[in-house]
């Protein structure tokens, strides 16, 4: 019995630490400066997920809580019920607070990665989570310019990333 309780909690342990891990050949950029990254983003694309679908007018908004960490306050029009959807989370750096590699959580314990690839704090911000899977477009506008966002879709095609199934909300 005390056997397979270890092995569970290894499993549950690996299981875990793989959701903040980082897709190879993906690298999150340094000299990440949190205090410029802070305020709010507009959604320009994302790969398709549950927790977003149907959502229109996203934004994510960031800003420091007394303890140091990060409030992650995302924002959605849902045009079926007619409301804003609104989810709260914390993130926390993964390691150096200059890598952009953190961990967001919107369920208690349970961590997921946000790792910065590509970043101009004033402009656009590339982001993934622990695979292929995820992936958004920020900017500190509704709108990126055409060539920015190509450029940036060039760059995440490179990377692997899927950007044929992209949504513009």
């Known amino acids: 019995m005390t056997r397979s309780l270890h092995l569970l909690t290894l499993g549950w342990l690996l ?6 891990g980082v897709p190879d050949g993906v690298k999150p950029v340094q000299g990440f400066d949190l205090n410029r990254y802070l305020g709010q983003w507009h959604e320009v694309a994302r790969l398709d997920h549950g927790f977003e679908r149907g959502l229109t007018q996203v934004t994510a908004t960031y800003s420091l809580r007394p303890d140091g960490s990060v409030k992650v306050l995302n924002r ?6 007619g409301k804003w959807k609104v989810a709260e989370g914390r993130a ?7 890598e952009g590699r953190l961990k967001v959580s919107f ?16 402009r656009y911000s590339m ?3 622990p695979s292929r899977s995820y992936f958004w477009i920020l900017a500190r506008q509704p709108k990126l310019d055409a060539k920015t ?21």
Do not use: H, K, N
Request: hydrophobic share 45%; aromatic share 14%.
């Open 149 to 169: 966002l190509e450029r940036l879709l060039d760059r995440a095609r490179a990377l692997g990333f899927a950007t044929d199934q992209l949504i513009y909300p």
């Open 127 to 129: 982001i993934c989570g």
């Open 107 to 122: 369920f208690g314990p349970f961590y997921g990665a946000y790792t910065v690839i590509e970043l101009e704090p004033e």
């Open 15 to 20: 299981t875990m630490l793989g959701c903040t």
């Open 76 to 81: 959605g029009w849902d045009a079926t019920s």
């Open 92 to 98: 926390l750096f993964v390691g150096a607070a200059s």
